[in-house]
């Protein structure tokens, strides 16, 4: 199951995150300096006798909102998070929208630093997120309080994560693979990589397939699935892709890869 967060800036994203799975995604020089996510974060966490569960950490700051977006495309599950000092702010409510126009059902509101703020605040956020989740894709989510700094909640949220693991429909393993780009890099004696979610399909070494929409045809010459080396990925798990014929600087955040033919490039939608 992959989980996205989603929520206004500095409201506890990385934070949970970091609660979860022990690793700080925020890993670039600016990300730290700044001590705010731009770019998007990745964090496994295995779970024996079950499936992992792979977290992508968006960016909240307004000016980041393509990447929440590339992120959003290929959840399974959202992390609302809502500090419960602020109450929901613009991006709440922009993320929110996002994650309803795409159509994302399963997910939680985590209301965070339930710590710094008295019960009846918590009440008063909760409310006020419940009418705000009114009409959504997540109007029956569940509003979770959190607190990091005193650990309140997160185990509550680490067992509804599981169990929402264990009951996920599985996605259409049938038909055409294809994989929404998030990233692309070069490694010193592999070459070129990408990264994104499988969203439907499996992909498998050695297969021929197409990159929309610049429509340049390539061949798959090793797979990794959630972070370790596999004979083919399934839909809905985190993959990369090591491809023969292609330097990085032809393949960007926004791109799909496909069977050969599978897409016509048009100007309008
Ligand atoms: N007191 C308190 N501070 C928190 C909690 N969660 C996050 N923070 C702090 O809030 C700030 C922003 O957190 P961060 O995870 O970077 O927010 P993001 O921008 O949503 O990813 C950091 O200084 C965190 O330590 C919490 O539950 N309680
Ligand atoms: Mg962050």
Redesign the pocket.
């Known amino acids: 199951m992959i989980i996205g967060t989603a929520?206004h800036?500095?409201?506890?994203?990385?934070?949970?995150v970091r609660a979860l799975t022990g690793v700080d995604t925020d890993r670039l020089p600016a990300e730290k300096a700044r001590?705010?996510?731009i770019d998007l974060g990745f964090a496994y966490r295995r779970v024996p006798g079950a499936e992992t569960l792979g977290f992508v950490d968006v960016p909240?700051h307004e000016a980041f909102v393509h990447n929440m977006l590339a992120a959003a495309l290929g959840i399974d599950f959202v992390l609302l998070?809502v500090a419960a000092d602020d109450g929901p702010m613009p991006q709440t409510r922009e993320h929110l929208q996002i994650v309803d126009l795409l159509g994302v059902e399963r997910g939680i509101v985590v209301l965070?630093?339930?710590?710094?703020v008295s019960s009846e605040r918590i009440a008063e956020v909760g409310a006020e997120v419940h009418r705000l989740l009114d009409r959504t894709s997540l109007a029956t989510a569940e509003i979770m309080p959190?607190?990091?700094?005193t650990g309140e909640g997160v185990a509550a949220v680490e067992a509804h994560l599981l169990d929402a693991a264990r009951s996920m429909p599985l996605r259409c393993l049938d038909g055409r693979f294809r994989l929404a780009i998030d990233r692309s890099f070069s490694l010193s004696g592999i070459g070129t990589v990408v990264t994104g979610t499988l969203v439907s399909g499996t992909i498998s070494r050695e297969e021929e397939l197409e990159v929309f929409p610049t429509r340049t045809r390539l061949r798959v010459r090793g797979v990794q699935v959630h972070g370790a080396p596999a004979e083919q990925a399934i839909a809905g798990q985190r993959t990369a892709l090591n491809l023969a014929g292609i330097s990085t600087g032809d393949l960007a955040r926004g791109m799909t890869l496909a069977p050969p033919d599978t897409f016509q490039t048009a100007a309008r939608l």
């Open positions: 929520g800036i500095d409201h506890g994203k990385t934070a949970l001590g705010i996510t909240g998070v965070s630093k339930c710590d710094l959190v607190s990091i700094v």
